[in-house]
């Protein structure tokens, strides 16, 4: 099985500048390509001023240099608990650990929280460092416009290309995160996972004439106008001109690029429905602010429930060989932070719960529809581990690595007697005029599902005894050689109703059929007219009533019509 990983990088066709820049000879920070690159960010960017950078975390670096430098009397600075370390540290080396205050996170954005309310309760005579988690922006103009007396700085490391702005505010049309007046600076990172990199790399933005001013020179050894001497305390974070030039033939290319993303994150969310993840609420996405659009950089998902610990999570989908990376961890969880005074009180919780739950999954811009629905089908099945749930596919069992499998026909028996004599069972009446035998012939899928008695050893569910015990439902997909149609049927345990397993044994079985047919077939399945429970189940799970025979719906999920989204 190939390992997915969480990111490769598309830098191939994007090399001929940058030999360009190596024949030249030009290949420190003097040459075309910074030229060149930074004019293309400024005009794509609609920003007035941008000095490429070394990296993400010295151009972060440099929004706490400007920030003391045009307001020195701030003394306080909020930042969000959960964000990458980067964001903290570059704060770090401009304030000490007592004038970093930690703001409560939002379960819904996992961004900082923006509520009106707790935005008044923050002190005045302070700065904010805003961070768009995964890519979700946060709507800067509108924190501005709640707290003018507050001056933000944005590290847009991870929203790169998101927009904010709200339409109602004449004088607010959408705009870049990072760019917008209402900030006082911000930074992006060019790091070789994110939407446009150059290996490593960064950039710094500002529309301020006299903080690009002061930036441009500690940036780059603080040079004065005459050689070798100095005014001021000053770094080197310049970018190469070989960068740069990774840089512009990339910006040459955006809308291929973004184009890209876009259709690994539509696809993404189109997997997700097909599963019934979404609707069913097992798994969340970020909400995103008002009056923001996000950006493509990490395609990350919520398991809502998520009882795993980050390793345990972790550990699960490397099993099944993809790659993915937890969100990141509240502020307490590193060392060297642990000490911080914060405003959050019980609202650590939210934080925990965030890195706990949410998983950033493979996003490289050139990942194939087969890879990712891999990825999806892991999560699919890591919500099934999560729910206990283990699945028996019957007729695995004389295909089972050669060797027939011990345990499923006597089961199989076992579990047909049950649903015999289930007397609240009027509506499943399959095996009512079959024998097991004779059913199995026709069937494309028979799958047994039973509530794992030990959560760790789901993914190995030979254990009959488990599966009656604990018996959950049963489903197939039988083809019937006169109508030349698959008819789907299902069966949940008495004791197991009401728990929501309906939704998820459908889906899973469904979903089993059409990867096994390539997406050929529709589904049918017959229910009686007076059971609306049955019918809002299969209604909500794209099946529609194609016909009616005397008491009975034919109804139909089109399988191409689940696949449409993604093809
Ligand atoms: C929010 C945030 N800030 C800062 C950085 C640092 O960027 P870099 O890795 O380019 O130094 C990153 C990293 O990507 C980041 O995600």
Same mark, same amino acid.
């Given at each position: 099985m190939e390992r997915i990983n969480i990111y490769n990088p598309n830098i191939a066709p994007y090399a001929k500048s940058a030999i360009d820049a190596i024949e030249s000879g030009w290949i420190s920070n003097h040459g075309k390509y910074i030229g060149l690159a930074t004019e293309k960010l400024k005009e794509i960017m609609k920003c007035k001023h941008v000095i490429l950078m070394a990296n993400g975390t010295c151009a972060t670096h440099c929004l706490f240099?400007?920030?003391?430098?045009?307001?020195?009397?701030?003394?306080?600075?909020?930042?969000?608990?959960?964000?990458?370390?980067?964001?903290?540290?570059?704060?770090?080396?401009?304030?000490?650990?007592?004038?970093?205050?930690?703001?409560?996170?939002?379960?819904?954005?996992?961004? *900082?929280?923006?509520?009106?309310?707790? *935005?008044?309760?923050?002190?005045?005579?302070?700065a904010m460092l805003v961070v768009h988690n995964v890519g979700n922006v946060v709507n800067v103009p509108r924190l501005k416009r709640l707290r003018p007396d507050m001056v933000f700085v944005e590290d847009n490391c991870e929203g790169f290309l998101g927009k904010y702005g709200e339409q109602e505010h004449d004088d607010d049309q959408p705009q870049y995160s990072g760019t917008s007046d209402a900030t006082l600076c911000s930074s992006v990172s060019f790091y070789g996972n994110k939407i446009i990199t150059t290996g490593e790399g960064g950039a710094f933005f500002t529309n301020d004439d006299a903080i690009y001013e002061h930036i441009s020179r500690v940036y780059s050894q603080g040079m004065s106008a005459k050689r070798y001497v100095h005014e001021v305390h000053a770094y080197n974070y310049r970018m190469t001109n070989v960068q740069a030039a990774f840089l512009y033939d990339q910006l040459c290319d955006l809308d291929a690029i973004i184009a890209q993303k876009t259709r690994v994150f539509d696809t993404y969310v189109a997997l997700l429905n097909e599963h019934d993840l979404l609707r069913s609420g097992r798994v969340r996405l970020y909400e995103k602010e008002a009056?923001?659009?996000?950006?493509?950089?990490?395609?990350?998902?919520? *398991?809502?429930?998520?009882?795993?610990?980050?390793?345990?999570?972790?550990?699960?989908?490397?099993?099944?060989?993809?790659?993915?990376?937890?969100?990141?961890?509240?502020?307490?969880?590193?060392?060297?932070?642990?000490?911080?005074?914060?405003?959050?009180?019980?609202?650590?919780?939210?934080?925990?719960?965030?890195?706990?739950?949410?998983?950033?999954?493979?996003?490289?811009?050139?990942?194939?529809?087969?890879?990712?629905?891999?990825?999806?089908?892991?999560v699919h099945k890591f919500v099934m581990h999560l729910n206990g749930v283990n699945v028996q596919t019957i007729q695995d069992q004389d295909h089972h690595n050669g060797m027939p499998m011990p345990m499923p026909m006597p089961m199989l028996h076992q579990i047909v007697n049950i649903i015999k004599h289930d007397t609240d069972n009027l509506s499943f009446r399959y095996f009512n005029n079959r024998t097991i035998e004779t059913a199995l012939q026709t069937h494309a899928i028979t799958n047994v599902y039973y509530v794992a008695d030990d959560a760790n050893d789901a993914n190995d569910a030979n254990d009959a005894n488990d599966a009656i015990t604990d018996f959950i439902g049963y489903a197939h997909i039988d083809f019937d050689a006169v109508s030349n149609r698959h008819w789907f049927g299902i069966y949940i345990c008495k004791s197991q109703r009401g728990k929501k397993y309906g939704a998820l044994v459908l889906n899973d079985t469904i979903h089993q059929f059409c990867i096994q047919t390539k997406y050929q077939y529709d589904v049918y399945l017959s229910v009686d007219c007076t059971n609306m429970h049955a019918l809002h189940l299969y209604e909500i799970n794209k099946f529609e009533i194609v016909e009616t025979r005397d008491t009975v719906y034919v109804m139909r999920r089109k399988c191409n019509a689940v696949s449409d989204g993604v093809m």
């Open positions: 240099l400007a920030l003391k430098h045009a307001h020195p009397t701030i003394t306080k600075i909020y930042v969000p608990n959960n964000a990458y370390v980067a964001a903290w540290n570059a704060a770090l080396m401009e304030y000490s650990e007592c004038q970093l205050s930690v703001m409560r996170m939002d379960a819904s954005t996992w961004n *900082i929280c923006t509520d009106e309310e707790y *935005i008044a309760t923050l002190d005045p005579n302070a009056g923001t659009q996000s950006t493509h950089w990490i395609f990350a998902l919520r *398991i809502v429930g998520n009882t795993k610990t980050v390793d345990e999570t972790a550990a699960f989908f490397d099993a099944n060989g993809i790659d993915v990376r937890p969100f990141f961890y509240p502020i307490h969880a590193h060392a060297h932070l642990s000490g911080l005074t914060c405003v959050i009180g019980d609202d650590d919780a939210v934080s925990v719960r965030l890195n706990q739950e949410i998983i950033m999954v493979p996003s490289s811009p050139d990942m194939t529809l087969d890879e990712q629905r891999r990825v999806i089908d892991t």
